[in-house]
């Protein structure tokens, strides 16, 4: 697990993404920069296009056993 710090960078790269929620589009603006593996939400549907992989906890719990 990571916590990524929002920064102006962060911020523009979210905005450009053009997702229609704007703090799903932080989330993956910062897994982008750390160059995450994944993304675990409950909401996948608010990610979708995203290019970084998304997980729900189940998917993600299932991927690791």
Known sequence: MEI???DREVLEQAIALKL?????AV???CAIQLELE????RDINGFA??????????KLRNRLT
Do not use: L, M, Y
């Open 4 to 6: 990524c710090a929002v």
């Open 20 to 24: 229609p929620d704007f703090e799903d």
């Open 27 to 29: 989330q993956i603006a």
């Open 38 to 41: 994944g993304i675990v939400t």
């Open 49 to 58: 296009g995203s290019p970084i992989p998304v997980f729900s906890p189940q």
